[in-house]
C-alpha cells in the first residue's frame, strides 16, 4: 500500500509540472485562397512543421478567390489582423505594403532570399528598400507554348524552332470567315500574355521601357517595333483575332488550343492543368508544352514578369516570432522544392529551379527553367491598369490605322494616360 501511495505521489509531480493542456502553444491564423493543389500541400506541410514545432499550432482556413482579395484588404488595411500569415497575390503586396500594415522579413531571411530568388518574385515585396513577404512561385506568362499536338500532326509541319517560322507556319494555318476565326494559327495576346510579349519584345530589342522613377515610357524605337509587330500579326496577318481579350466565354486561349480551334498559344504552366482536369485532355497525346523562342534570333530571351503568390505577416499580429518560423519553414528549399511540385509552380529560388528533384518531379517545366535567369521585375505598379490601356491601345490599332505614325501616336497616349492613371509605389 506504502508503494502504491509513494508511487501515486511521484506521478502527481510529475503531472504538475507538465503544462496544461495547450498551455505554452502559440495559434499561428493562416489564410490562403481555395485551390485543391495547393491546400493540400499546405496541409501536408503544416503537419510536418506542428510535428517539428509542438510550440506552434496551426489554424488553417481557406476562402472562395473571388472573395479572398476583398477580405485581406478589409483585414489588413482596418487593422484587425484577423489572420497572422496570409497568402497573397503579389500585385496586392504593393498596397499592403506600402501602407505599413505589414510585419518586414527578418534579417537575415530577406539577405537570403536577395541572393537565391529571381528579381520578379521579390519585386512587389520590397518598399523603401526594406522587404515584407517571401515568395511561393515564379508567375510567368512568357518562355512556353501550349501547341495542339494533333493539329500540328495533322498539317505535316514540325514545331517551329525560331520566331520567324512560328509566324509564316500560322499564317498558313489560319482560317478566318468573315468576322469570325474558325481556326486561329496561334494566340499571343489574352490579357496576360499581350503586355508580357510587348514588354519582353522591347528587352530583347536591348530597350527598356522603366524609368529611374518606376513610371513607364513607350516613346522609343523599341517600343514602336514592339507594337507595331504584335499588331501586324492579327490586323495584316490574321493569324489570331481579339477573342482571348474580349470574349468572357473563352476566358483565355489556351482554350481555343483544347477545342481544336488553335494550333497553339503562349501560356504560363498553371493552364496544364485546367487542359488535363476540365477538358480531359492528356500531355504529350493532345499537346505538347514546349520552349517559346527568342523574337530575334541570337539574343538573350529578357523578359518582364510580375511578381506571384507570396506569404506576408501582419504588423500588428501578436504572434509574429511564431509567424515567420512558420512562414520561414515553408520558404527552405528542401520544402519549396516539394511544395512547388505539387502546385505545379515555377519556383522562385535559383536553388530550386536547379534541384534536380523539381525537374524529376515537374519534368513539364523543363521549357522555362533556362529562361528565368533572363527575366525582369516588371514594375513598381498595378499591373491591372497597364494590362487594360495596353488591350485597348492594341485593339483599336489592329480594328483602324495602324502605320508607323499611328502606332507612335498611340503609344505617346498610353505613356501619358499610365502617367496621369497608373500610381508608382
Not at 498551455?23 to 491564423?29: A, M, P, R, S, W
Not at 512560328?166 to 496561334?186: S, Y
Not at 505539387?342 to 522555362?368: E, F, H, N, T, W
Request: proline letters at 5%.
Amino acid at each position: 500500500m506504502k508503494k502504491l501511495l509513494s508511487l501515486f505521489l511521484v506521478l502527481m509531480l510529475l503531472l504538475s509540472a507538465l503544462p496544461a493542456l495547450g498551455e505554452g502553444v502559440t495559434t499561428v491564423k493562416f489564410w490562403t485562397h481555395i485551390n485543391e493543389a495547393w491546400n493540400a500541400s499546405y496541409e501536408g506541410l503544416i503537419a510536418e512543421f506542428e510535428a517539428a514545432n509542438p510550440d506552434i499550432k496551426i489554424d488553417y482556413q481557406r476562402f472562395p478567390y473571388d472573395e479572398f482579395e476583398a477580405k485581406i484588404q478589409t483585414s489588413l488595411m482596418a487593422g484587425s489582423a484577423a489572420a497572422d500569415v496570409y497568402e497573397v497575390w503579389g500585385g496586392w503586396m504593393l498596397d499592403f505594403a506600402s501602407q505599413g500594415v505589414l510585419s518586414e522579413t527578418p534579417a537575415q531571411f530577406a539577405a537570403d532570399l536577395e541572393n537565391d530568388a529571381y528579381p520578379p518574385v521579390l519585386g512587389a515585396l520590397k518598399h523603401d528598400g526594406k522587404y515584407y513577404g517571401a515568395p511561393v512561385e515564379f508567375n510567368i506568362e512568357h518562355g512556353a507554348m501550349i501547341m495542339n499536338k494533333k493539329l500540328w500532326e495533322q498539317s505535316g509541319m514540325p514545331y517551329p524552332t525560331t520566331w520567324n517560322e512560328l509566324i509564316e507556319d500560322a499564317k498558313k494555318v489560319a482560317v478566318q470567315d468573315g468576322e469570325a476565326m474558325t481556326m486561329r494559327g496561334f494566340g499571343y495576346a489574352n490579357g496576360d500574355t499581350l503586355i508580357a510579349n510587348f514588354l519582353a519584345l522591347i528587352l530583347q530589342q536591348g530597350g527598356q521601357y522603366l524609368k529611374e522613377d518606376g513610371s513607364v515610357d513607350f516613346n522609343t524605337p523599341e517600343a514602336l517595333k514592339a507594337m507595331s509587330m504584335l499588331v501586324g500579326y492579327t490586323a495584316d496577318d490574321h493569324i489570331n483575332n481579339f477573342d482571348a481579350i474580349t470574349n468572357g466565354d473563352v476566358q483565355g486561349d489556351h482554350i481555343m488550343v483544347a477545342l481544336d480551334e488553335s494550333y497553339g498559344c503562349i501560356r504560363g504552366p498553371w493552364v496544364i492543368s485546367d487542359l488535363e482536369q476540365t477538358y480531359g485532355l492528356v500531355m504529350g497525346v493532345d499537346f505538347d508544352y514546349i520552349g517559346q523562342p527568342p523574337f530575334f534570333e541570337g539574343v538573350e530571351q529578357k523578359f518582364a514578369a510580375e511578381t506571384g503568390w507570396s506569404l506576408c505577416v501582419a504588423k500588428n499580429s501578436t504572434v509574429q516570432d511564431a509567424a515567420w518560423r512558420f512562414v520561414e519553414f515553408l520558404n527552405q528549399p528542401d520544402v519549396l522544392v516539394r511544395h512547388n511540385i505539387a502546385c505545379a509552380q515555377v519556383p522562385p529560388r535559383k536553388s530550386v529551379a536547379a534541384d534536380p528533384a523539381y525537374l524529376a518531379g515537374a519534368p513539364y517545366m523543363a521549357p522555362l527553367l533556362d529562361k528565368l535567369q533572363y527575366s525582369e521585375f516588371i514594375g513598381p505598379f498595378n499591373t491591372d491598369i497597364i494590362k487594360s490601356y495596353m488591350n485597348q491601345t492594341f485593339m483599336a490599332l489592329c480594328s483602324g490605322d495602324h502605320s508607323e505614325e499611328a502606332v507612335k501616336a498611340a503609344l505617346a497616349k498610353m505613356t501619358e494616360d499610365l502617367a496621369q492613371n497608373m500610381k508608382i509605389y
